[in-house]
């Protein structure tokens, strides 16, 4: 599940309609909570100093010679330290 299809069913979840997400007649309206989880991820492309510092703590313990593995599950914790950040 992508992001986008994450946060639509999160926003969905949190409105909890009377349809049903998977009833095949809702296209509609699985593609407006789409759109507007699309909206809202753009609106927060751009961090703020806190959400930057929350980033740059991991990248400072970053050392040049650490391997590939390594560095993805920092980028996957950078992602997670700043979206955490965001919320908070």
């Given amino acids: 599940m992508t992001p986008i299809e994450r946060a639509a069913r999160a926003m969905y979840d949190t409105v909890q309609p009377e349809w049903d997400w998977d009833d095949p007649d809702a296209e509609m309206l699985r593609r407006m909570y789409r759109e507007n989880a699309r909206a809202a991820i753009a609106a927060i492309r751009e961090p703020d100093p806190y959400i930057l510092e929350a980033g740059m703590e991991i990248m400072r313990n970053l050392g040049p ?24």
């Fill in 65 to 88: 010679d650490e391997a590939d593995e390594a560095r993805t599950g920092d980028a996957a914790n950078i992602w997670r330290l700043m979206i955490d950040a965001a919320l908070g």
